[in-house]
């Protein structure tokens, strides 16, 4: 139901710092300016629903997305609902059930941590040892690979 093109486009949600998520949307193509949406999500059918409680505004005052705080997606789904109202039409809802491993959710991940580096002058050679970032879903170590730059000053 609604109107077309006025559902909200480019849904994406970025997972970050662990436990933070920010989803943002782009605004109906046809949508007015006094179109406002609304987000709801939860982790499983199970759950109940639960609104945005910090919404990410446009220069019009339009939620364009939402920052989520104290976020962990344990089975790797959660599922989407954006609605909206305006006077005079009827807007197109859009709803997504989104797992991690798709690119509409992006873990950004921290840098590795306890980062620990051991040179000796006598074989010109250096040992460097760190710990995996946090992540929120990523479990196994093998899953990530390393890039060293090393310069010298």
Same mark, same amino acid.
């Given at each position: 139901?609604?109107? +077309? $093109?006025?559902? %909200? ?5 970025? &997972?970050? +710092? ?20 609304? !987000?709801?999500? @939860? !982790? ?19 939620? =364009? $997305?939402? @920052?989520?705080? +104290? #976020? ?8 989407? !609902? #954006? ?7 009827? &807007? ?5 059930? %989104?797992? &991690?491993?798709?690119? /509409? /959710?992006?873990?950004?991940?921290? *840098?590795? !941590? +306890?980062?620990? #580096? ?9 040992? %460097?040892?760190?710990? *995996? *970032?946090? =992540? ?11 890039? &060293? /730059?090393?310069?010298?000053?």
């Amino acid at each position: 139901a609604g109107m +077309n $093109g006025t559902a %909200i486009e480019n849904f994406v949600c970025v &997972i970050f +710092n662990v436990s933070f998520m920010n989803c943002t949307w782009h605004v109906g193509r046809t949508a007015t300016e006094d179109t406002q949406y609304f !987000l709801y999500w @939860r !982790l499983s059918k199970k759950e109940d629903v639960t609104e945005c409680q910090n919404y990410i505004k446009d220069n019009c005052g339009r939620h =364009t $997305g939402c @920052r989520f705080q +104290n #976020v962990t997606i344990k089975n790797g789904n959660a599922y989407f !609902l #954006v609605n909206g109202s305006t006077s005079g039409q009827n &807007i197109q809802s859009y709803q997504k059930m %989104i797992i &991690i491993s798709d690119y /509409i /959710i992006v873990e950004k991940l921290t *840098p590795p !941590l +306890n980062v620990t #580096v051991n040179c000796t002058e006598d074989s010109h050679r250096c040992s %460097i040892w760190w710990q *995996p *970032p946090r =992540t929120s879903h990523v479990k196994r170590k093998s899953c990530f690979k390393y890039e &060293i /730059i090393i310069e010298n000053k």
